[in-house]
Nanobody, 114 residues
Framework: QVQLVESGGGLVQAGGSLRLSCAAS????????MGWYRQAPGKQRELVAR??????NYADSVKGRFTISRDNAKNTVYLQMNSLKPEDTAVYYC?????????WGQGTQVTVSS
């Protein structure tokens, strides 16, 4: 099993920044990709950013504002969020992929006030 623990969410004004962290533990040697998803009230969960090896991909809505990175020594993935907008308000979930499927964290709330 893989355990994922997110941190770093909170309340920020529009235009501000937050950095989310996701620490992985357990059977992590098989993880081949990690990512961040978000779910706003009444909406489906959507991919925000994903990192696999040296490759990253982003949702169009966050390109140029968010950056995903990974520290393999710390088994941690980060999401730096800049120029935040009210529409970025959501619960953000960390995801890890291995040969058994996907693992999820408990989520962290990000609220952007206008």
């Amino acid at each position: 099993q893989v355990q994922l623990v997110e941190s770093g969410g909170g309340l920020v004004q529009a235009g501000g920044s937050l950095r989310l962290s996701c620490a992985a533990s357990g059977i992590i040697f098989g993880i081949n990709a990690m990512g961040w998803y978000r779910q706003a009230p009444g909406k489906q969960r959507e991919l925000v950013a994903r990192i696999s090896g040296g490759s990253t991909n982003y949702a169009d809505s966050v390109k140029g504002r968010f950056t995903i990175s990974r520290d393999n020594a710390k088994n941690t993935v980060y999401l730096q969020m800049n120029s935040l907008k009210p529409e970025d308000t959501a619960v953000y979930y960390c995801n890890a992929e291995d040969s058994f499927g996907g693992w999820w964290g408990q989520g962290t709330q990000v609220t952007v006030s206008s």
